[in-house]
């Protein structure tokens, strides 16, 4: 079956440390996405990438860092420069970045103490 | 910058139709999405509309009016596995920008 994978769904660190979340999709989808998403706020973008080698940033970038070195993966590392890191984080992609629609993976729930 | 506002709250009764609004001003449009959201879950694909008017499908639809920044998602014939948030999304540069959601909640 094809989909996007998040793993893990839950995920607790301590204050300071970095954390890296995995995300892979098999729809063969050029256009990958992150969103952080917080109660009462919608999805909001962190990092995008159109293709592979090649990222940009979204409307809240800072304190996170992405690499796209394969098609099938997207990883999101949240830095310990990340104020508020604890949030529910979701990963995307689309065929492109035109306007397609973007499938979801489960999401990965961050708590840091 | 970008001004997406839905209701934060509705509640409809099994069987009932509800109607959730959606209004955006943002710096470009190239469309609008609508997205479900179970508690916890990731979302899932609505509905897209690009041009003015009503899309239907089977029990939602979805209208858009560009002229006036506006756009409602219409749930018919309400089911108990309708409870969710739904997500207005618009479309513009390469990125979709979200409303906060909708929760809505279906009663028996």
């Known amino acids: 079956d094809g989909g996007i994978t998040q793993s893990p769904k839950y995920l607790f660190r301590k204050e300071g440390q970095n954390v890296t979340l995995s995300c892979e999709q098999n729809l063969n989808h050029d256009a990958m996405y992150w969103y952080r998403q917080d109660p009462g706020q919608g999805l909001r973008l962190i990092y995008y990438s159109q293709i592979v080698n090649d990222f940009q940033k979204g409307d809240i970038a800072e304190g996170y860092s992405v690499s796209r070195e394969k098609k099938e993966s997207f990883p999101l590392t949240v830095t310990s420069a990340q104020k508020n890191p604890t949030a529910f984080y979701l990963c995307a992609s689309s065929i492109g970045t035109s306007d397609y629609e973007q499938y979801f993976g489960p999401g990965t729930r961050l708590t840091v103490t | 910058g970008q001004n997406i506002d839905q209701p934060t709250e509705m509640t409809a009764t099994e069987g009932a139709i509800v109607q959730i609004n959606c209004t955006y001003q943002?710096?470009?449009?190239?469309?609008l999405f609508w997205y479900q959201q179970h508690a916890g879950e990731a979302p899932t694909f609505l509905s897209y509309n690009v041009l003015d008017g009503l899309e239907e499908k089977g029990r939602f639809s979805s209208f858009l009016s560009r002229s006036k920044g506006y756009s409602y998602l219409l749930l018919k014939e309400l089911q108990m596995k309708d409870s969710a948030s739904y997500l207005c999304?618009?479309?513009?540069?390469?990125?979709?920008?979200f409303g906060a959601g909708t929760t809505v909640t279906v009663r028996a």
């Open positions: 999304a618009v479309y513009n540069d390469y990125k979709l920008s």
């Open positions: 943002t710096s470009g449009f190239n469309g």
